[in-house]
C-alpha cells in the first residue's frame, strides 16, 4: 500500500464556513497535506484574515464571502473557483448554526435561520458543486454532521433535525452519484472545542458529564478530524460512499451508568 493512496496533494478543495473552529482547522489540515485551499464564510472581514492567517509561501489559501443560505451566493462562488481553477476535487459542507433554548420558545425566524443554513445551504453548495463534479466524472463531498443525528440532545430540536436531514442527503447523493464516481460521505464531530464552545465546556458539570459518557476521557480538537477528512477526500477511501464516520472520542458507543460508584 503507497502513501499516495492517502495523499490529497493539488487536490481542489472548497470548504463552506471556514472562517473559525471546525472549518478552520480543517482547512488548516487539508492546506498542510499540500491541497489548494478555498474557503468561504459570511463576513468579509473574518474570512480574509482567516485565509491570510492559513496562507503560507507553500500555499495560499483563497477567501471567498458566501452566504450559504443563498442559492445566488453560491452559484456564483462556485462558478467563479471552476472558471479560475477548472474543478473542484473535494466540497468540504461545514457552514452551520445553533441556537440552544427549549423547543417551544423558537420562533419561526430563529427555525428558518438554523435550517436554511445547515441543511438547504448544504443541500444546494452539494447540488450546485456536484453538477460539475458529475460532469467531470469524479469528484468527493464531506457533510459535517453531528453527534445529533446519532442521538439528538435536549434544547437543540432545529439544529438536531437539520442534521438529521444531513446524514439521509449524504446516504440519498451517494445513491445517486455512486455510479458516476462522485462519492459523498459525512463525518459527525464529538464534541469539540472551539472558541465558540469554550464558555460552554467551562462549566465544572458540563466536563464531568463528558468525562462520565465519553471513553477517551477528553474534549475533542478541530485538528482530531483532519485524518478522517484526508481519508476520505483520498484515493484510499475510493470505495467508500454514503458512510457518516462518529470521531467522537467513542461517545456514541454506548451509555455510561453510575454503577462503579454505587
Known sequence: MSPRMFSVE????LLSGASRGIGKGLAKGFADAGAKVIITGREAATITATAAELSSPDCTVEPHVCDVAKADDIHAVVEAIIAEHGQIDTLVNVAGVNIRKPVETYTEAEYDHIVDINLKGAFLMAQTVGKHQLARGSGSQIN?????????????????????GMKTMTRSLAMEWGDRDVRVNGIAPGFILTPL????WSSESMQAWAMDNMPMKRLG???DLVGTAIFLASDAAA???GQTIYVDGGMVSGMAWPI???
Open 260 to 262: 462503579e460508584r454505587a
Open 144 to 164: 459535517i454532521d453531528s453527534l445529533n443525528s446519532y442521538a439528538p440532545l435536549k434544547h437543540v430540536t432545529p439544529y438536531a433535525l437539520s442534521k438529521a
Open 239 to 241: 470505495f467508500v460512499t
Open 197 to 200: 464552545t469554550e464558555k460552554l
Open 10 to 13: 493539488s487536490q481542489v478543495v
Open 221 to 223: 480538537h478541530p485538528e
